[in-house]
């Protein structure tokens, strides 16, 4: 198979750059519940504890690797900056009702920042440690579940909540369809990475057999969850194409 226009081999490359946008995902999204990221943008001592959350895994990293401690503070410094500013901005982003665009926007930003200070301090810093380049293969598979974790749940339920049907009249458990959402992706994720490709197929067929009566009863849930089906599959592959082709 090959090269996903080089995108995995510019990461094998470059492992601080991976271990920096795992640290970001870390925090901005797994380590970040549903409250703070509400209240983050409304009240200022949320968004301050978000900061020392992002400063965490950083703050982590700079003692572990001490040469790249003044590009883990600048990565810190500007995403404090673009919160503070989202902060600032919140009024109008509710009246506009622009929160997607705001969301959006706050995570490019942030991604940016991260390249742009790494290249920028590229120069001043020595190659990464034989350690990471070694154990390159774990810190890949760690960030690959990673984004096609929690983050592919909030872009869903941000982009496509308004294609739901209406209120469920049976049983279900809060939260249950974002964890099914979750281990279907890092078992798809997981076939991909073994080179199991025919199990893929298996986790659509067991949960086709659990929602068979509400597919056969609903079009409009077997729309959603068709809809849902196919953005993890899209997910799980192109991000699997960006981190392994």
Not at 45 to 64: A, R
């Amino acid at each position: 198979m090959t090269n996903f226009m080089g995108f995995s081999e510019f990461f094998m490359q470059n492992p601080i750059l991976v271990l920096t946008l795992l640290a970001h995902v870390l925090a901005d999204f797994q380590l970040q519940s549903q409250k703070m990221a509400d209240l983050k943008s409304r009240r200022l001592n949320f968004l301050i504890l978000h900061l020392g959350i992002v400063l965490l895994p950083l703050l982590l990293l700079g003692i572990i690797l001490p040469k790249y401690l003044l590009y883990f503070a600048l990565v810190w410094l500007s995403h404090a900056l673009i919160d503070f500013l989202k902060y600032r901005l919140n009024f109008l982003i509710v009246r506009h009702h622009a929160q997607k665009f705001a969301f959006l926007m706050d995570q490019i930003l942030h991604v940016v920042c991260i390249f742009a200070f790494y290249f920028l301090l590229r120069q001043q810093q020595i190659s990464a440690p034989r350690w990471l380049s070694e154990h390159y293969l774990m810190l890949q598979a760690f960030f690959f579940f990673a984004l096609t974790g929690k983050p592919v749940n909030i872009l869903f339920k941000l982009f496509f909540s308004k294609y739901q049907a209406g209120e469920d009249s049976g049983e279900t458990i809060a939260g249950a369809g974002a964890m099914i959402g979750i281990l279907e992706r890092m078992i798809m994720g997981l076939s991909l990475i073994f080179g199991q490709f025919t199990a893929i197929g298996l986790v659509f067929t067991a949960k086709s057999i659990a929602r068979y009566n509400k597919i056969s009863e609903s079009q409009s849930f077997a729309e959603y969850y068709l809809i849902g089906s196919l953005f993890s599959m899209i997910s799980v592959l192109l991000t699997y194409g960006l981190l392994y082709w």
